[in-house]
C-alpha cells in the first residue's frame, strides 16, 4: 500500500476536546478512525477514548497481516466498543453511560470498507468530486428521508443536532455499514467531526481537498471553520487520506507499507482510558467475544420476529 495520511485537532470554543481520531496500518491493511464524545452526556470524551482504543485493539489483534471479514471486523467492532463504554460506566459507577458517534474506514487490497454510527462523517472523493457520503443518524436526516424536511433545512432545523444512533446508549447500536468500494490512486477519504462539516459547506471541502496536499487542506479547512464559528466554535477534528501518493514527490506524509515485516503495525491510537485504572485496562477477549455474541443473537432474534412487508 501507499498513501499519506494526516490528522488534526481544535478544542474550538469549547472547554473540553471530546473529539478523537486515530489511525493504525500493518503491512496489507489501513484503519482510519474518529469518534466524537457526545457533549449532552456526561464524560463524552471517556467515550469516544473508549471506543478508540477498543476498535484500535481488535484491529491489531486481528490484521494479520490484513481482516479476513471487513464488513463483520467492522460491526463487531463497533458492538465492542458499545459493551466497553457500558462496563466502564458500571465499574465507575456512574449516574448515566457516556455516550460518542463514531466513523471507521478499513483498506486494504485497494478496496475500502465504511462504518458509522451518529454524526461524524466520512466523505469519499475523486478529482473535486464527492463520490459517497455518510448518511447522518439525526433526526433531521430522518425527516428529509421521509419527505416531511427539505434538505436546506440542514443547518436551521431546531431537529439538526438530535441523534437517533450512537455508542453508549441504552439501546444496542445500529452501525451502518458501506459497499466495498474500489480506490483509485489520488482518491482521498475524508473523515470529521460536525465541527468542521457543520460549518463549512461539502464542495468547499472537497474543492480544498483537490487543490492542496492533505497536509496544507486540512489545516486550512480547520481554521476556516473555526474563523466562521467564532468563539462558539465546536471541537474540530479531521482525518484524511489520500490513496496511492505519486513516488516522485517529496511527500513526508507519504507511507510505503509493502516492506514491513508480517506482524507489525503502526498506530497513533494508543492513549490510555482517561481516569482508567489498570483492572479497567485489562482487555478481556473472552467477555468481549461473549457479549458480541449476545448482540448478534438479540438482533439476529428481533429481526425474525419483524414482519415481512
Given at each position: 500500500?501507499?498513501?499519506?495520511?494526516?490528522?488534526?485537532?481544535?478544542?474550538?470554543?469549547?472547554?473540553?476536546?471530546?473529539?478523537?481520531?486515530?489511525?493504525?496500518?500493518?503491512?496489507?491493511?489501513?484503519?482510519?478512525?474518529?469518534?466524537?464524545?457526545?457533549?449532552?452526556?456526561?464524560?463524552?470524551?471517556?467515550?469516544?477514548?473508549?471506543?478508540?482504543?477498543?476498535?484500535?485493539?481488535?484491529?491489531?489483534?486481528?490484521?494479520?497481516?490484513?481482516?479476513?471479514?471487513?464488513?463483520?471486523?467492522?460491526?463487531?467492532?463497533?458492538?465492542?466498543?458499545?459493551?466497553?463504554?457500558?462496563?466502564?460506566?458500571?465499574?465507575?459507577?456512574?449516574?448515566?453511560?457516556?455516550?460518542?458517534?463514531?466513523?471507521?474506514?478499513?483498506?486494504?487490497?485497494?478496496?475500502?470498507?465504511?462504518?458509522?454510527?451518529?454524526?461524524?462523517?466520512?466523505?469519499?472523493?475523486?478529482?473535486?468530486?464527492?463520490?459517497?457520503?455518510?448518511?447522518?443518524?439525526?433526526?433531521?436526516?430522518?425527516?428529509?428521508?421521509?419527505?416531511?424536511?427539505?434538505?436546506?433545512?440542514?443547518?436551521?432545523?431546531?431537529?439538526?443536532?438530535?441523534?437517533?444512533?450512537?455508542?453508549?446508549?441504552?439501546?444496542?447500536?445500529?452501525?451502518?455499514?458501506?459497499?466495498?468500494?474500489?480506490?483509485?490512486?489520488?482518491?482521498v477519504m475524508l473523515l470529521c467531526s460536525d465541527g468542521l462539516w457543520s460549518v463549512l459547506p461539502d464542495h468547499t471541502m472537497a474543492q480544498r481537498l483537490q487543490t492542496s496536499t492533505i497536509v496544507r487542506a486540512i489545516p486550512e479547512?480547520?481554521?476556516?471553520?473555526?474563523?466562521?464559528?467564532?468563539?462558539?466554535?465546536?471541537?474540530?477534528?479531521?482525518?484524511?487520506?489520500?490513496?496511492?501518493?505519486?513516488?516522485?514527490?517529496?511527500?513526508?506524509?507519504?507511507?510505503?507499507?509493502?516492506?514491513?515485516?508480517?506482524?507489525?503495525?503502526?498506530?497513533?491510537?494508543?492513549?490510555?482510558?482517561?481516569?482508567?485504572?489498570?483492572?479497567?485496562?485489562?482487555?478481556?477477549?473472552?467477555?468481549?467475544?461473549?457479549?458480541?455474541?449476545?448482540i448478534r443473537g438479540a438482533i439476529e432474534k428481533t429481526s425474525s420476529l419483524t414482519p415481512k412487508e
Amino acid at each position: 500500500m501507499r498513501f499519506s495520511v494526516y490528522q488534526e485537532s481544535h478544542i474550538g470554543g469549547r472547554k473540553v476536546n471530546q473529539d478523537r481520531m486515530g489511525y493504525s496500518f500493518t503491512r496489507d491493511a489501513l484503519l482510519l478512525l474518529l469518534t466524537d464524545g457526545m457533549g449532552g452526556h456526561l464524560h463524552g470524551e471517556i467515550a469516544a477514548n473508549i471506543a478508540m482504543q477498543t476498535i484500535g485493539s481488535l484491529f491489531q489483534k486481528n490484521a494479520q497481516p490484513y481482516i479476513k471479514k471487513p464488513e463483520r471486523f467492522l460491526e463487531d467492532s463497533f458492538y465492542a466498543a458499545h459493551m466497553e463504554i457500558h462496563r466502564y460506566k458500571d465499574v465507575h459507577k456512574l449516574s448515566e453511560t457516556p455516550r460518542t458517534t463514531v466513523v471507521a474506514c478499513l483498506i486494504q487490497h485497494n478496496s475500502a470498507f465504511w462504518a458509522h454510527c451518529g454524526d461524524s462523517r466520512l466523505y469519499w472523493m475523486r478529482d473535486g468530486q464527492i463520490l459517497a457520503r455518510t448518511r447522518d443518524h439525526s433526526r433531521i436526516e430522518s425527516l428529509i428521508a421521509q419527505g416531511k424536511a427539505d434538505p436546506s433545512e440542514r443547518a436551521t432545523h431546531p431537529d439538526r443536532n438530535k441523534l437517533f444512533n450512537c455508542l453508549g446508549a441504552n439501546n444496542m447500536p445500529i452501525v451502518e455499514l458501506s459497499r466495498r468500494v474500489s480506490l483509485q490512486a489520488g482518491d482521498v477519504m475524508l473523515l470529521c467531526s460536525d465541527g468542521l462539516w457543520s460549518v463549512l459547506p461539502d464542495h468547499t471541502m472537497a474543492q480544498r481537498l483537490q487543490t492542496s496536499t492533505i497536509v496544507r487542506a486540512i489545516p486550512e479547512l480547520i481554521t476556516s471553520a473555526l474563523g466562521i464559528a467564532g468563539k462558539t466554535s465546536d471541537n474540530v477534528t479531521a482525518l484524511a487520506m489520500a490513496w496511492g501518493s505519486d513516488p516522485n514527490l517529496d511527500d513526508p506524509s507519504s507511507i510505503v507499507t509493502h516492506t514491513l515485516p508480517i506482524g507489525s503495525l503502526t498506530t497513533t491510537i494508543q492513549a490510555p482510558r482517561l481516569g482508567a485504572t489498570d483492572a479497567d485496562e485489562a482487555f478481556n477477549d473472552a467477555d468481549i467475544e461473549k457479549a458480541i455474541a449476545e448482540i448478534r443473537g438479540a438482533i439476529e432474534k428481533t429481526s425474525s420476529l419483524t414482519p415481512k412487508e
